[in-house]
């Protein structure tokens, strides 16, 4: 099965602070890639899925941006932390109409 | 756009009973469904899945039911336990087939 590696776990970043989530994927290839975030009380917003390399759509306008810049790499990144950012974001992978598989989650607070 | 959605945001239930969590979706062309569990802190952890062409499938205490008539997806959890007690989500592919679209999660409490 495939192994979902998310990181940090948590993070406090300042308000209009650079930031870069990284997520890669083990033990498959060719995935489709998902970034998530969930705020408190809500369910599971898709900000981005990627195909494959290079080739990211967006589900939501935001100040958030995604890149795939490997088969198996995932990157979530904003250039200025909006409060309204806060939240947690997680990491998936599937091959299509199948399960997806779930990093563990990163706690962003911007403060 | 598409949504999917939850019946009920809590569910309160007591040790041994049965729980049911219920779900509607949107798009009439998803084609995979699927329940997720999540824990305080943690990734969802997938529980069961269902294809419409079926209408039922049955895993280990938990049975997924699908009625694409009404668009309404349900898991049941049988004598549910302590251990149960997290937010369970429904999600549905999108119409492109190419993502999952979540709902917003129910919260299942179980009480001994």
């Known amino acids: 099965s495939q192994t979902i590696h998310q990181w940090p776990a948590t993070l406090v970043q300042p308000v209009g602070s650079p930031l870069s989530l990284e997520c890669t994927v083990e033990g498959t290839s060719n995935p489709n890639l998902y970034w998530y975030r969930q705020a408190a009380g809500r369910g599971l917003q898709l900000l981005f899925y990627?195909?494959?390399?290079?080739?990211i759509s967006s589900e939501v306008p935001q100040n958030l941006s995604a890149s795939r810049p490997q088969d198996r790499q995932f990157i979530l990144s904003s250039k200025k932390l909006l409060l309204s950012d806060s939240g947690f974001y997680l990491c998936?992978?599937?091959?299509?109409?199948?399960?997806?598989?779930f990093g563990q989650g990163t706690r962003l607070t911007v403060v | 756009g598409e949504s999917v959605g939850l019946h009920l945001p809590t569910l309160s239930v007591q040790e041994g009973d049965n729980s049911i969590i219920n779900c509607a979706y949107s798009?009439?062309?998803?084609?995979?469904f699927i329940w997720y569990k999540q824990e305080s802190g943690k990734g969802p952890q997938f529980i069961i899945d269902i294809r419409s062409n079926m209408d039922k499938r049955q895993g280990q205490r938990v049975t997924v039911l699908l009625n694409k008539t009404v668009k309404h997806l349900s898991l049941q959890i049988a004598a549910t336990q302590p251990g149960d007690s997290a937010v369970y989500f429904c999600a549905a592919d999108n119409q492109a087939g190419t993502a999952l679209i979540f709902g917003k999660g129910t919260t299942l409490s179980v009480s001994s």
């Open positions: 990627s195909v494959g390399i290079g080739q």
């Open positions: 798009n009439s062309a998803s084609d995979y």
């Open positions: 998936a992978s599937t091959g299509g109409h199948t399960e997806a598989f």
